[in-house]
């Protein structure tokens, strides 16, 4: 008798045969190996400070928030953090959310008026949050500021990551801004990346580019990255912030924030404007990792910040490579479609404040070695990058086909 799902084993089978099924593995506590996987960029997550600020949270405000942020979800903790937020991020006011993607989903479905100018490889919450919109959406040619004046026009919103999260490399914000400027258009910088790790002292991607202030800009953060804990916020105008507060449906119908990591983002932030060179650690640790894989000869993107990417030819090929790491000891990230086009298939590489030199040349030697047991590649970074397709029309209603990375 067949079922309503019988078309799942069909697309499972597809999976298989393409090199694309993805597997959980759970970390153990006690884990040995060298992660250069994760985005815990500042290394915070297991810092004893960040863990006994969510501990305290946890006692003082039970295990969850109880409600939504406009219910009974707002804890003075969550008062407290955005204002910290709003302050190091040099904005007029924060709006903390559960996570980075609804923040971003919440600030484009919120802001988004007439049309939105998309950079092609920008994250899928992003992209989501396009599509949602429903507001006319045109893709502009990645880290490319003429495409995007070619389709500016008045009250649209350009939409871009501050650090793209697979290859590494930094948006032209300036001259994105003024190009918005001069059209009357909006700018919303999603710094997931780039906070905690650009700007003076990681202060992101708004004081690097000297938008601090700015009425036409605004920022979105994820706290699970640079900060270590869980949980995203928009970074803005006041009264941007008060009208996100007011009309978007992850901030209206989502619980809030769990205060542990409320506890935890405020006590890592705490940190890292006590100890600023954190910061500088990071992009000097990931320009070691750049300078010996280049000198190994393994084609690597330049880091604008804390990301490395690495092309890897096949599916089936970026897996292998990331398993014999994996049994060697170093987690490297695998980037495989949809996460990436096709034929772009990647390792990621991210690097951290806490990380020495002897565990920098472990890593390098690894990757290297694990790699000559692969079938040789011809490619170089720069010609593994896919040519993206730029798409601008809209679906019925405004639904945008966003066949980018992450899509």
Request: aromatic share 4%; hydrophobic share 40%.
């Amino acid at each position: 008798m067949s079922s309503a799902f019988d078309w799942i084993d069909q697309r499972i089978e597809q999976r298989q045969r393409a090199g694309l099924t993805r597997t959980l593995r759970p970390r153990r506590s006690d884990d040995t190996g060298l992660d250069l996987a994760s985005n815990d960029y500042l290394g915070l997550a297991r810092d004893p400070r960040v863990v006994s600020a969510a501990a305290d949270a946890v006692r003082r405000w039970g295990a969850g928030s109880t409600g939504s942020r406009l219910v009974t979800g707002t804890t003075e903790l969550h008062g407290e953090l955005e204002e910290q937020l709003a302050d190091f991020y040099g904005a007029e006011a924060a709006l903390v959310f559960s996570s980075g993607y609804t923040a971003n989903l919440a600030a484009i479905t919120a802001l988004a008026d007439t049309r939105i100018v998309s950079d092609q490889h920008n994250h899928a919450s992003l992209i989501d949050g396009c599509r949602l919109s429903r507001a006319e959406t045109t893709i502009a040619a990645h880290a490319n500021v003429k495409s995007v004046r070619a389709q500016l026009r008045e009250r649209a919103l350009v939409v871009t990551e501050s650090v793209f999260s697979v290859d590494g490399d930094v948006a032209p914000l300036p001259e994105l801004h003024r190009a918005c400027r001069e059209h009357g258009a909006g700018l919303l910088v999603d710094d997931a990346h780039g906070l905690g790790v650009i700007g003076p002292g990681g202060a992101g991607a708004f004081r690097a580019a000297g938008l601090c202030g700015e009425p036409d800009v605004v920022a979105t953060v994820t706290l699970s990255k640079s900060l270590g804990t869980q949980g995203g916020a928009v970074l803005g105008p006041r009264r941007v912030i008060r009208h996100l507060a007011q009309t978007a449906r992850t901030f209206i119908f989502d619980t809030g924030l769990a205060p542990a990591c409320a506890g935890a983002a405020k006590s890592a932030l705490e940190i890292l404007r006590a100890e600023p060179d954190r910061a500088d650690r990071v992009q000097h640790v990931a320009k070691l990792f750049h300078k010996g894989l280049v000198e190994t000869g393994i084609p690597v993107s330049e880091p604008g910040a804390a990301v490395l990417s690495i092309p890897a030819g096949s599916p089936d090929q970026a897996v292998r490579w990331a398993a014999r790491c994996r049994e060697e000891g170093i987690v490297v990230g695998c980037f495989r479609p949809p996460s990436v086009p096709d034929e772009a298939s990647r390792l990621r590489l991210t690097a951290r404040a806490d990380l020495t030199e002897d565990q920098i040349a472990q890593a390098v030697e690894t990757i290297t070695a694990t790699r000559t047991d692969l079938p040789p590649t011809t490619q170089s970074f720069r010609n593994a990058k896919p040519d993206y397709r730029i798409i601008t029309r809209t679906r019925p209603l405004g639904r945008v086909d966003h066949r980018s990375r992450k899509s």
